[in-house]
């Protein structure tokens, strides 16, 4: 049995020129590593909405969708940039598929809240495409959509758009994910003093997510993880805006914080 993959969670705002992510993604494949990608582009759906007249608005990390605006979700993310790096993939010698949650019927979702839109909850999963395109030797890159489940005449659509963070976190938990790391612009999870934490244990996770010291697009990653760790021994969030980022955190030389799906041990 092949071990399970790593999932890891681009965000758009980590793609830069100093970034190296995607060749960290070339040199696990080539070293036999399955890697499954979802990846953002919050950054580029704000200026394509910003270029229509359309303010981004957002509740809780979570972006307000209306009909016009899921229209720019589905074309930037399946389109701009989910082509974009699969072909920045293959120029780096990798193998690469891209893909959206809706290929496949891979994520089924509902509507999570009618003031949000046409923002998606999953409600399925079918990790079989994923796994075809890991079997053929090639990288899936994820855009985070979703098919709709009709729960009604409101807000009944082909697609939903869902927090990149949270399908990270629902694929890791489907796959049985040998780890799964996100790839943010900040160095990990702050405390209420704004240092970084180095490590956590779900309860404590738990915690530090019900007592609001976690804020904004932080809020997703650090729910999909305690979601991915009832099935994947461990999470990280790091600064992906670091050299080979990446690689460190699979090597565990890496910084940010790690969450553990077993309860720390208590400090000496």
């Known amino acids: 049995m092949p071990r399970p993959p790593i999932v890891i969670k681009i965000g758009g705002s980590t793609l830069g020129s100093h970034d190296t992510s995607l060749k960290d993604l070339v040199t696990l494949q080539k070293q036999g ?3 499954v990608v979802v990846h953002g582009g919050g950054n580029v759906i704000s200026q394509w909405m910003q270029r229509q007249g359309i303010p981004p608005r957002f509740v809780n990390g979570l972006r307000v969708t209306d009909g016009p605006s899921l229209d720019i979700v589905v074309a930037v993310l399946t389109g701009l940039i989910n082509k974009e790096l699969v072909g920045l993939v293959h120029r780096l010698g990798g193998r690469a598929i891209g893909v959206s949650g809706i290929d496949g019927a891979m994520l089924e979702a509902k509507v ?3 003031e949000l839109g046409f923002v998606g909850e999953v409600t399925r999963v079918n990790p079989e495409p994923l796994q075809a395109i890991l079997a053929g030797g090639y990288i899936p890159l994820v855009a985070p959509l979703a098919m709709h489940c009709q729960d009604g005449p ?3 659509s082909g697609s939903l758009n869902i ?3 949270t399908v990270a976190g629902e694929l890791a938990h489907a796959l049985s994910a040998q780890r799964l790391i996100f790839l943010t612009d900040v160095p990990g999870i702050m405390d209420a003093s704004g240092r970084v934490i180095p ?3 779900r309860p ?3 915690l530090l997510l019900q007592s609001g010291v976690v804020k904004g697009g932080m809020i997703p ?3 999909a993880c305690l979601r991915a760790l009832e099935r994947t021994p461990v999470a990280d969030i790091i600064d992906g805006r670091q050299p080979e980022a990446l690689l460190a955190c ?3 030389r890496g910084f940010g914080t790690r969450i553990s799906g077993e309860a720390a041990l208590p400090s000496p």
Request: net charge negative.
């Open 33 to 35: 590593v399955d890697v």
């Open 112 to 114: 999570v809240d009618p």
């Open 154 to 156: 409101q807000h009944s």
């Open 163 to 165: 927090n990149g963070d």
């Open 199 to 201: 490590r956590l244990d």
């Open 204 to 206: 404590r996770a738990d």
């Open 221 to 223: 990653k650090l729910g």
């Open 250 to 252: 699979v090597q565990g």
